[in-house]
């Protein structure tokens, strides 16, 4: 009889999905995708929210969370974005995923996120559905369809993501 741990059950498992690329590296929500709706996200008032209300338009949605670094350097080039395109009607979304609303907040005001929406998921509820591969991700959204996924945030982004919100414009 052969004896093998959970453990390396388990790795082996995981290495064998990867191999066949099915490994979490890539985002549940996937370019071509439809967009999930928000399940538990709310403004910073409080108030539930959903993304179906911004369906006619272009919306740049990212989440992040107050211990992600990148996110604190991604909210302020995302908020010089979302004040260059506010004419054109594309939609800023950060979605924040601290437990505690008020970190999250703290944040977002720190960052910088003024023309941005800034909204909460501190059960992480709508992050779950997305299962973004990294923090931040961003997707790019345009008629309810996801046409743009990108995890992480470094420099150049800002000139890739610019390309894609003018080409879904």
């Given at each position: 009889k052969v004896h093998m741990s959970a453990k390396?059950?388990?790795?082996?498992?995981?290495a064998g999905l990867m191999v066949l690329g099915l490994g979490t590296?890539?985002?549940?929500?996937?370019?071509g995708d439809r967009a999930v709706d928000f399940v538990s996200v709310t403004d910073a008032s409080g108030k539930k929210v959903s993304l179906k209300k911004y369906k006619k338009q272009v919306v740049v949605l990212t989440f992040g969370a107050s211990w992600c670094k990148p996110c604190g350097k991604e909210l302020p080039a995302?908020?010089?974005?979302?004040?260059?395109?506010?004419?054109k009607g594309v939609v800023f979304i950060a979605v924040n995923i601290d437990t505690k609303v008020a970190k999250g907040k703290a944040f977002m005001k720190k960052a910088g996120v003024d023309t941005m929406l800034d909204f909460y998921d501190p059960k992480s509820s709508t992050v779950e559905s997305y299962d973004p591969p990294s923090m931040?991700?961003?997707f790019v959204i345009k008629k309810g369809i996801v046409k743009h996924v990108h995890a992480g945030f470094r420099g150049g982004d800002v000139d890739k993501l610019k390309q894609v919100i003018d080409k879904n414009l």
């Open positions: 390396l059950v388990s790795s082996l498992v995981v590296a890539d985002a549940k929500v996937r370019k995302y908020e010089k974005l979302a004040k260059a395109y506010k004419k931040p991700s961003t």
